[in-house]
């Protein structure tokens, strides 16, 4: 009797080391998305998952360049450390890169600010107006399921409608590594080429293949302040309020975005050996850790995804 496609995978990804076995299925996804879909984009915000993304997609094409473009949604407040990164890769690639500026839609009085000062949850209405615009029919977004329950609700291929929205009942399943990348015209398939990695994979691969990151993924001295469970970085975003002060502390950061929400850490871990040893023993998944704006509700994520968020 003949292997099944999926047992064949199998067959060979069990002759590969675990990060090896990781590397092949994203590669494979990467390239299965250039063949079947006509416009797809590359989610970029120079984060760590976004910047091991584009390195598999890189090895994916090589010796060609890239065939997709990135996107980043910039909501004004990032970091600049992450937002110089973003630039120096963009360059040093030749990459083709969309920025979708949520201070632009706030200056044309399309959105408002929000009383708690985060602009995360405004990043929605530029993306999904962006992927419209530019007709891009599938989305690469750089999301594991380790991360929050709701992304590990998605399917690798997780279809979006006309408006962007994911609906969860209309997952389709994905046997042996097939994947269902059909839409009608408006839809498009967001696409999680890490699914099965965890944060400690993406840091073991990034050591693996010495790749550069943000400074602030490492421990350094930074003025913070302290809002509920998180060391939040002062700046023009608004923080802190009057009865919060600033100290200086040993910090870094486990995920960068917007500066509202986004939290520090305290760690002694300057080297990406020292990242390794403390996610290794940390309980605490990153998002639980460090995103004041997934600790709104039980259902935060799963509603802003709904909405057509990340």
């Known amino acids: 009797m003949?292997?099944?496609p999926g047992d064949l995978f199998a067959d060979h990804c069990s002759a590969l080391s675990h990060l090896d076995a990781l590397e092949s299925e994203a590669v494979h996804i990467l390239r299965e998305v250039e063949g079947e879909f006509e416009r797809p984009v590359i989610l970029f915000s120079g984060g760590k998952d976004s910047i091991?993304?584009?390195?598999?997609?890189?090895?994916?094409?090589?010796?060609?360049?890239?065939?997709?473009?990135?996107?980043?949604?910039d909501t004004g407040h990032n970091f600049p450390e992450v937002i110089a990164h973003r630039d120096r890769v963009v360059a040093e690639h030749g990459l083709r890169l969309h920025v979708a500026s949520v201070q632009e839609y706030i200056d044309a009085g399309k959105l408002r600010e929000r009383p708690d000062g985060t602009r995360n949850p405004l990043q929605t209405v530029p993306l999904t107006e962006r992927i419209r615009s530019e007709r891009f029919d599938a989305v690469f977004g750089g999301g594991r399921r380790d991360e929050e329950k709701a992304r590990a609700k998605e399917r690798v291929f997780s279809l979006r409608d006309e408006f962007s929205q994911w609906d969860p009942r209309r997952?389709?399943?994905?046997?042996?590594?097939l994947y269902n990348g059909r839409h009608a015209p408006g839809e498009h398939v967001r696409v999680f080429p890490l699914s099965n990695w965890t944060e400690l994979d993406v840091w073991?691969?990034?050591?693996?293949?010495?790749?550069?990151?943000?400074?602030?993924?490492?421990?350094?001295?930074?003025?913070?302040?302290?809002?509920?469970?998180?060391?939040?970085t002062a700046g023009d975003w608004?923080?802190?309020?009057?009865?919060?002060?600033?100290?200086t502390?040993?910090?870094?950061?486990?995920?960068?975005?917007?500066m509202s929400c986004t939290g520090a850490v305290d760690s002694e871990a300057t080297t990406i050996e020292?990242?390794?040893?403390?996610?290794?023993?940390?309980?605490?998944?990153?998002?639980?850790?460090?995103?004041?704006?997934?600790?709104?509700?039980?259902?935060a994520m799963e509603d802003r995804k709904r909405e057509g968020y990340f």
Request: aromatic share 8%; no cysteine.
């Open 204 to 232: 073991q691969y990034i050591a693996r293949e010495n790749i550069g990151l943000p400074e602030i993924y490492y421990a350094h001295k930074r003025p913070v302040f302290r809002r509920g469970s998180m060391w939040l």
């Open 238 to 247: 608004g923080g802190p309020a009057g009865d919060e002060t600033v100290e």
């Open 274 to 299: 020292g990242v390794i040893t403390e996610i290794a023993a940390s309980r605490l998944t990153e998002r639980g850790a460090t995103r004041a704006d997934d600790k709104l509700s039980e259902a």
């Open 52 to 73: 091991v993304m584009l390195h598999l997609a890189l090895k994916a094409f090589a010796p060609a360049a890239v065939p997709f473009p990135l996107l980043h949604v």
């Open 2 to 4: 003949s292997s099944r």
């Open 171 to 177: 997952q389709r399943p994905e046997l042996w590594q």
């Open 249 to 258: 502390r040993l910090v870094r950061y486990r995920t960068v975005g917007d």
